[in-house]
Structures are given as C-alpha cells and as structure tokens.
C-alpha cells in the first residue's frame, strides 16, 4: 500500500495540482492542489478533499457551501504532477463565485469577457461570512 | 492593449498554468505552462505555444511531433492563476508517449492503471532523437 502515492511527483512543497471535470458535461470546473492527505481522504471517503495553499490547510469541498464532489474517477499524467477528477457537483456549482465552473471568463478580442451567469450569489452560499 | 494580460495572475517565475481539452470530446488532454510570450503567440497565431519548464525555452506544440493544437476557445479562471485551452488536437495525439491525453492512468484500488493504447510509438513521433 502506499505505491501509488510514491508514483506522484510531489512538488518541493508536497504538492500536486488537480484539474476538476464534471463527470457528465466533461465542462472543466476548478483548478486546486492536493497533498497526501487530501488525495488519500479523496479515495477513501469519495469526496474531493484539497489542499488550500492561502489558508495552508486541509480542505474538504463544500464544507462550507455544501457544494461537495463526489469523485466517479480520479487520473494521474504522463509525468506524475497533475491529477484529473471526474466529479458529480453538487449544487451545479463548483467556483466560489457562484457559478457553476471557475472558467467563466472568455478571450475575445483582447479582454476576459465574462460569459457565466451566477447561479447563486456568494452572500447566499457563505452566509457565515458576511 | 496589454490589459487582458495584465489581469492574469503570473507566478514568480512569470508564468500561468494552462489546461488543455479537446474541443469536441471534452476530454482533459495535458497541462502545460505558459509565459506571456506564449500566451500572446498562441492569441496571435491560433497554435498552442507553451513555456517549457524544463528546457527553459518557448515551445510551439507540434513544433516537432507536427501534433499541432488549434485553439478554439481561451478562458481564465477566477483567481487568474490558470487559463483553459479548448483545441483541436492535430493526430489526435497529444501525450509525448503516443497517446491521446497524458492522463491515461486511472486509479483502480491503490494502483494507477492504465487505459490507453498508444496511438502511435514514440519513436515514430520522435525520430530525430533515436
């Protein structure tokens, strides 16, 4: 046991980036990190678990929003430092924004044009911290 | 002009993490780094152009494989530290191994697995390098 956690290249920080996919739509949700504990309680409990780098802690997703992640398949690439979840998002939103994906802003024509709508606004979503 | 480069949140080391997804599939195809300068080649030319890290250069995806990557579709996350590429994957290869995608291991009860055949060796993509 354990193998498959050596088979990630850990940053110098002990860190690994992960790209979340919504498993049905394929849309790209966020973008996060994982430490060994965050992928190893990911695996275990099947909810997406990360690493906040801003509040240097362990992080499970939607704690708080009760947007949580149930993860359908996790991926490893080529070289070992990025992993790929397939997630069922609850809540249809997975950005702190309210919206359903953290990419909601498009190139064109030299600006980011903002192309989501806010399913929720975040005062609703984080009422605990107006 | 410069602005909407401006509101990308650089690293230290000048640099945006990039996800890459298949314009029709949807599929998740590799992760990348990009600087300025590729960032307003690839807006430019409609090619994908990356910072390799590890060589330390710019570097037109297909420059040598000839799998080239249109882009379709450019979009920034909310905290600005990575874009997503939407493309059309020339050779439907774009894993250095061969490949579709470079996430082609899938975690199966503590070990990585893989799914994916190689499309084509390596060694044919790479023949300079024999």
Same mark, same amino acid.
């Not at 919206?99 to 600006?111: M, V």
């Given at each position: 046991?354990? !193998?498959? *956690?050596? @088979?990630?290249?850990? =940053?110098?920080?002990? $860190? ?9 739509? &394929?849309?790209? $949700? ?10 190893? *309680? ?7 678990? +990360? /690493?906040?780098? =801003?509040? @240097? &802690? ?10 949580? @992640?149930?993860?359908?398949? *996790? &991926?490893? #690439?080529?070289? %070992? ?7 069922? @998002?609850? %809540? !249809? ?13 498009? +190139?064109?024509?030299?600006? /980011?044009?903002?192309? #989501? ?8 979503? +984080?009422?605990?911290? &107006?």
């Amino acid at each position: 046991m354990g !193998g498959w *956690l050596d @088979q990630v290249a850990w =940053s110098a920080e002990g $860190l690994v980036s992960a790209v979340v996919q919504d498993a049905v739509t &394929r849309r790209v $949700l966020m973008c996060a990190w994982m430490n060994r504990e965050a992928i190893s *309680l990911t695996v275990k409990s099947g909810e997406a678990h +990360y /690493w906040s780098r =801003s509040r @240097q &802690r362990l992080w499970r997703k939607g704690e708080e929003s009760g947007h949580v @992640q149930r993860v359908k398949e *996790l &991926r490893l #690439d080529c070289d %070992g430092d990025v992993v790929l979840l397939s997630v069922e @998002q609850r %809540g !249809g939103i997975a950005c702190h924004t309210g919206r359903e994906s953290c990419f909601f802003r498009r +190139y064109e024509n030299g600006r /980011w044009v903002v192309t #989501d709508p806010v399913v929720k606004p975040a005062d609703e979503i +984080y009422p605990k911290r &107006r």
